[in-house]
Antibody, heavy 118, light 110 residues
Framework: QLQLQESGPGLVKPSETLSLTCTVS??????????WGWVRQPPGKGLEWLAT???????YYNPSLKSRVIISMDTAKDQFSLKLSSVTSADTAVYYC??????????WGQGKLVTVSS | QTVVTQEPSFAVSPGGTVTLTCGLS?????????PSWFQQTPGQTPRTLIY???TRSSGVPDRFSGSILGNKAALTITGAQADDESDYYC??????????FGGGTKVTVL
């Protein structure tokens, strides 16, 4: 059974870079059939798609965040990562990683709350 | 910037039917936007209900159905149950490798 788990710091200072990693188990991240993505949800608010990557290296970004986001993957470790630079309090959210295929996300990781605060 | 629009809230009686919609601030929603629908109860991870307009995800009860109604994507809950009380998000493909979520609809069963 495919499972995803987010990891990384739960507290980031303003203006610094948020870095999260998603570890995939029960399957390979290198499958050509699937993409892998990040979604976030600020407290009490809705979902926001951030970025998606295919093992071929093709990346897709939310245009509103494109200048600050980098998604990458390490196929040897079955991991993919998110970096969000110049963070502010508006970037405080639960960050989810998920397999992205057929225009849906399934399964999802459990989510990682990241708070931006000094 | 294109905005995906959803009703903020809906109330439905147990056993009743409710249709949630998902539109675009500029233009119509069609099957080429590959509409998907997610259900999220408070404190839980989102769950895929419907993808590519009308395909039910594994394990999803058949009281949930997806369609295109006019110029919008739609999610219909037929025979609503108490545990359908959740937030529902639509998700659209805008093309050129860009996807966007709607703002979500809070459904209350009462």
């Amino acid at each position: 059974q495919l499972q995803l788990q987010e990891s990384g710091p739960g507290l980031v200072k303003p203006s610094e870079t948020l870095s999260l990693t998603c570890t995939v188990s029960g399957g390979s991240i290198s499958s050509s059939s699937y993409h892998w993505g990040w979604v976030r949800q600020p407290p009490g608010k809705g979902l926001e798609w951030l970025a998606t990557i295919h093992y071929s290296g093709t990346t897709y970004y939310n245009p509103s965040l494109k200048s600050r986001v980098i998604i990458s993957m390490d196929t040897a470790k079955d991991q993919f990562s998110l970096k969000l630079s110049s963070v502010t309090s508006a970037d405080t959210a639960v960050y989810y990683c998920a397999r992205h295929f057929d225009h849906r996300f399934d399964p999802w990781g459990q989510g990682k709350l990241v708070t931006v605060s000094s | 910037q294109t905005v995906v629009t959803q009703e903020p809230s809906f109330a439905v009686s147990p056993g009743g039917t409710v249709t949630l919609t998902c539109g675009l601030s500029s233009g119509s929603v069609s099957t080429t936007n590959y509409p998907s629908w997610f259900q999220q109860t408070p404190g839980q991870t989102p769950r895929t209900l419907i993808y590519t307009t009308n395909t039910r995800s594994s394990g999803v009860p058949d009281r949930f159905s997806g369609s295109i109604l006019g110029n919008k994507a739609a999610l219909t809950i037929t025979g609503a149950q108490a545990d359908d009380e959740s937030d529902y998000y639509c998700f659209l493909y805008l093309g050129s490798g860009v996807w966007v979520f709607g703002g979500g609809t809070k459904v209350t069963v009462l």
